[in-house]
């Protein structure tokens, strides 16, 4: 075990979110009953934490505490306390996204946030990956991946750029983690939404990193791009702040009515 001050450094909490932490006393009985509920129905889990007035701040202490539990099974998987730390780094960034968006300390996206709890997510460098299989067969280029195929969804975290050493290093890290269990990468993001690479310099990382798949759909009724990009979405996109040269491209498409949606790509391991 480690204690909740060395997992709230170790994922890089800022001190005055950490000291709220460390200050935020759960009841044992009650910790308990979330305890069993995380295992046992975690829908429920989820309803009982949004149930609370001081929901936000109440899930951030409380996953932080399961955060702590789970540093056991990593050992006992010859799992690097870099890598430990590095995924419950989540935790972190939707802090500061709660932040960001409501002004107040505590988490958002609880369920989203079980997943490194039940060690179904790592992050490996630049990227999460999650380990899935396919629903539907998959199509591309005259090649089927079959439906139940066993592949690595990549998911990118916010808070550094996309660039393409770190992204190169990122995939060798999972080659290795994960073995050859897994067929294929596969990722839905505006990222690799085909449309965006016409707004970007083709030397761009972005352009870079959507040429590593083979895009084989796009996903229409949602507006990631701008929030990914502006950090919220605006109904009068004209509205939108324009400080670098990207969000100053998509502003004008967007403004345009346009919408690049999200791409769905693969990578063949």
Same mark, same amino acid.
């Given at each position: 075990?480690?204690?909740?001050?060395d /997992?709230?450094?170790?994922?890089?909490?800022?001190e005055?979110? @950490?000291?709220?932490?460390?200050?935020?006393?759960?009841?044992?009985?009650?910790?308990?009953?979330?305890?069993?509920?995380?295992?046992?129905?975690k829908?429920?889990?989820?309803? *009982?934490?949004?149930?609370?007035?001081?929901?936000?701040?109440?899930?951030?202490?409380? +996953?932080?505490?399961?955060?702590?539990e789970?540093?056991?099974?990593y050992?006992?998987?010859?799992?690097?306390?870099?890598?430990?730390f590095?995924? /419950?780094?989540?935790?972190?960034?939707? @802090?500061?996204?709660?932040?960001?968006?409501?002004?107040?300390?505590?988490?958002?996206?609880?369920?989203?946030?079980?997943?490194?709890?039940?060690?179904?997510?790592?992050?490996?460098?630049?990227?999460?990956?999650?380990?899935?299989?396919?629903?539907?067969?998959?199509?591309?280029?005259?090649?089927?991946?079959?439906?139940?195929?066993?592949?690595?969804?990549?998911?990118?975290?916010?808070?550094?750029?996309?660039?393409d050493?770190?992204?190169?290093? @990122?995939?060798?890290?999972?080659?290795? /983690?994960?073995?050859?269990? +897994?067929?294929?990468?596969?990722c839905? @993001?505006?990222?690799?939404?085909?449309?965006?690479?016409?707004?970007?310099?083709?030397?761009?990382?972005?352009?870079?990193f959507?040429?590593?798949? *083979?895009?084989?759909?796009?996903?229409?009724?949602?507006?990631?791009?701008?929030? &990914?990009?502006f950090?919220?979405?605006?109904?009068? &996109?004209?509205? +939108?702040?324009?400080?670098?040269?990207?969000? &100053?491209?998509?502003?004008k498409?967007?403004?345009?009515?346009?919408?690049p949606?999200?791409?769905?790509?693969?990578?063949?391991?």
């Amino acid at each position: 075990m480690i204690t909740i001050k060395d /997992f709230c450094e170790g994922i890089g909490l800022n001190e005055e979110v @950490s000291r709220q932490v460390l200050a935020y006393k759960i009841d044992h009985e009650i910790y308990e009953n979330f305890r069993r509920l995380f295992k046992e129905d975690k829908k429920h889990f989820i309803e *009982e934490i949004e149930s609370r007035e001081d929901a936000r701040m109440f899930a951030l202490a409380l +996953y932080c505490r399961l955060g702590t539990e789970v540093y056991q099974e990593y050992q006992k998987r010859g799992i690097s306390d870099e890598i430990y730390f590095d995924t /419950f780094s989540d935790l972190r960034i939707w @802090s500061d996204a709660c932040m960001r968006k409501y002004h107040v300390t505590g988490l958002m996206e609880y369920g989203w946030l079980c997943l490194p709890l039940e060690l179904k997510i790592f992050r490996l460098g630049r990227f999460q990956f999650e380990p899935t299989e396919t629903e539907e067969d998959i199509d591309v280029n005259g090649r089927t991946v079959k439906a139940g195929t066993k592949v690595l969804e990549v998911h990118i975290p916010e808070g550094r750029p996309l660039n393409d050493a770190e992204c190169e290093e @990122s995939f060798g890290k999972a080659d290795e /983690f994960f073995g050859g269990e +897994y067929e294929a990468y596969i990722c839905t @993001s505006w990222l690799v939404a085909p449309e965006i690479k016409k707004i970007v310099s083709p030397e761009s990382n972005i352009a870079k990193f959507q040429d590593r798949f *083979e895009v084989y759909e796009v996903i229409y009724p949602f507006r990631q791009a701008e929030e &990914r990009v502006f950090g919220e979405i605006l109904e009068d &996109r004209t509205l +939108y702040k324009e400080q670098t040269s990207l969000q &100053r491209a998509l502003k004008k498409y967007v403004a345009d009515g346009k919408n690049p949606g999200m791409g769905r790509g693969i990578i063949y391991r």
